[in-house]
């Protein structure tokens, strides 16, 4: 069956880095627009903010919110997305999210991932950044 499994979520400084591991298995990796999410504390799970996403040909989002700091990348060959997290500040700390999308437009480029657009979700991994 569909899987992803995150990794890589640990605790760090303001201005450190993290890198995200997003494991997938069960389809055809390449054919798949996937995104980053993130649910921060207090919020439910409708209110998880679309942070990143990245179709098949490697187009990509990025929200305001992490624009220039985050990077998101895929490896077709291990089916692995990852998200590259720079200059973590106080407001990042969440549990972060890969999902995969389930339409073609799930990555529009102009707006925000939603999640009513992807129907396969990892387990989640904790972020915490702290001095």
């Known amino acids: 069956q569909v899987q992803l499994v995150e990794s890589g979520g640990g605790r760090v400084q303001p201005g450190e880095s993290l890198t995200l591991s997003c494991a997938t298995s069960?389809?055809?990796?390449?054919?798949?627009?996937f995104a980053w999410f993130r649910q921060a504390p207090g919020k439910e799970r409708e209110e998880r903010e679309g942070?990143?996403?990245?179709?098949?040909?490697?187009?990509?989002y990025y929200s305001s919110s992490v624009s220039g700091r985050f990077s998101i990348s895929r490896d077709d060959a291990k089916k692995t997305v990852y998200l590259q997290m720079n200059h973590l500040k106080a407001d990042d700390p969440a549990v972060y999210y890969c999902?995969?999308?389930?339409?073609?437009?799930?990555?529009?480029?102009?707006?925000?991932?939603?999640?009513?657009?992807?129907?396969?979700w990892g387990q989640g991994t904790q972020v915490t950044v702290s001095a």
């Open positions: 942070i990143s996403c990245l179709d098949d040909r490697k187009m990509t």
């Open positions: 999902a995969r999308g389930a339409t073609y437009s799930a990555c529009p480029k102009w707006k925000p991932p939603g999640t009513d657009d992807y129907d396969h």
């Open positions: 069960g389809f055809t990796f390449h054919y798949w627009t």
